[in-house]
């Protein structure tokens, strides 16, 4: 299940309780489940190595998804803990229109009804520093590939008899047989 709406906690403990395989994963695009990973990482190794940067968030996707998206959420809790000034989830700015995508952020038109583009930007104290980061994907090919290993992933565990039988994204990549 690749969503971030529902209650997380209890798709896992009803998918744990029926002994079912499951991944459960808010993101199931393997390259920005590895960029999360990596900045979930390096918030544990690096606490604080951004303290006092400000940090802007804005995203982009299809005018019909009402959420703020749950890449972004994930992205922005490792920054908070690399130390940038406050920042909320609400501070992260929607972008759901034509103009600000295709203008504003560089989404081509052909997929203005199915893509997510997501820019971070973290500028130092004095402005003297930036970094920039930035994940844009166009259609949904990159979550197809990504339910399609983790369904391969979960077949090997079953093939295996494995004790554990919930799992999430991080546990595919780190398995590290996926497709191209």
Not at 22 to 44: H, S
Not at 46 to 71: C, I, M, N, W
Not at 151 to 156: G, K
């Amino acid at each position: 299940m690749g969503t971030t709406g529902g209650d997380r906690d209890a798709l896992v403990a009803d998918a744990t309780a029926s002994g079912a395989y499951a991944v459960i994963a808010p993101q199931m695009g393997k390259q920005v489940v590895a960029f999360q990973a990596t900045l979930e990482t390096m918030a544990q190794q690096f606490p604080g190595a951004f303290a006092g940067y400000t940090l802007t968030v804005r995203e982009s996707h299809q005018r019909q998804k009402a959420d703020t998206s749950g890449t972004a959420k994930a992205v922005v809790a490792s920054f908070r803990a690399l130390g940038v000034l406050p920042f909320s989830d609400a501070d992260i700015v929607r972008v759901r229109d034509r103009e600000g995508s295709v203008d504003g952020m560089g989404v081509p038109e052909a997929s203005l009804s199915g893509h997510a583009f997501h820019t971070y930007h973290l500028s130092s104290p004095d402005g003297s520093v930036t970094f920039e980061f930035q994940h844009n994907v166009c259609g949904r090919t990159i979550y197809a590939e990504g339910t399609v290993d983790a369904a391969l992933f979960l077949a090997a565990r079953a093939a295996e008899a494995s004790a554990r039988t919930v799992f999430d994204m991080v546990d595919v990549l780190r398995a590290g047989a996926m497709r191209g």
